[in-house]
């Protein structure tokens, strides 16, 4: 039997520096950008819905709160994987919702 060795991928330490998130609109902030992702945070009130944009590999992370991606119910702790193109599910809010939202940049 071979035992793969572990590699370190992440460091789960102090991060070095501010982040300082750029509005994209509002409920929408993004919060880093490199060649390999991006990352925003989105958040909508109860009651709330947004139709998201297609992207490469476009993950929701629901961070809080509850309510519907398409016909699906979404809850805290769930990531949610969208399709890369074509329309997009509605995300709907039942209560105040927080996601992170990560996908490849063109």
């Known amino acids: 039997m071979h035992l793969a060795k572990a590699v370190a991928i992440s460091d789960l330490g102090v991060h070095p520096g501010l982040v ?6 509002p409920g929408r902030d ?7 992702f991006a990352t925003e945070l ?3 009130k109860a009651g709330g819905q ?4 297609p992207e490469k590999c476009q993950m929701w992370i629901v ?4 309510g519907r991606i398409g016909q699906e119910a ?6 949610w994987l969208l399709p890369e193109t074509g329309e997009q599910p509605q995300i ?15």
């Open 20 to 25: 300082r998130p750029r509005s994209l609109s």
């Open 30 to 36: 993004e919060l880093a950008r490199c060649p390999y």
């Open 42 to 44: 989105a958040q909508l």
């Open 50 to 53: 947004i139709a998201p944009t």
């Open 63 to 66: 961070i809080e709160g509850r």
């Open 74 to 79: 979404f809850h805290p702790g769930e990531v």
């Open 92 to 106: 709907r809010a039942e209560s105040a919702a927080r996601f992170l939202r990560t996908y490849l940049p063109s």
